[in-house]
């Protein structure tokens, strides 16, 4: 089994900054990509920001400039940095992981959530 857990998010006044982290752990082979997804309230979910596993990443064009992205291969970890946050920005955060169980079966895992919000 493969299991994600997030760390970070809170509560933060509009321009600050937050970090979120996903360590993943299990019977892990291998990891392809490592996401950011995020879920306001009476909103659809929408793809943050990924990391591929040679290191190419991808932003939603609303927080290009100010969400990161990095990876730790190594930990087979993944985070989110967010600066100049915008209460547009308030959602559930949801990490994603997929990739290969160490029995080469598929797998693709969600982190529990964490909620962020930004006051204005």
């Known amino acids: 089994q493969v299991q994600l857990v997030e760390s970070g998010g809170g509560l933060v006044q509009a321009g600050g900054s937050l970090r979120l982290s996903c360590a993943a752990s299990?019977?892990?082979?291998?990891?392809?990509?490592m996401d950011w997804y995020r879920q306001a309230l009476g909103k659809q979910r929408e793809l943050v920001a990924t990391?591929?596993?040679?290191?190419?990443?991808n932003y939603l064009d609303s927080v290009k400039g100010r969400f990161t992205i990095s990876r730790d291969n190594a930990k087979k970890t993944v985070a989110l940095q967010m600066n100049s946050l915008k209460p547009e920005d308030t959602a559930v955060y949801y990490c994603?992981?997929?990739?290969?169980?160490?029995?080469?079966?598929?797998?693709?895992?969600w982190g529990q959530g964490t909620q962020v919000t930004v006051s204005s």
């Open positions: 994603n992981a997929d990739g290969r169980r160490r029995d080469y079966g598929f797998f693709s895992e």
């Open positions: 299990g019977s892990i082979l291998s990891i392809n990509n």
């Open positions: 990391t591929t596993n040679s290191g190419r990443t």
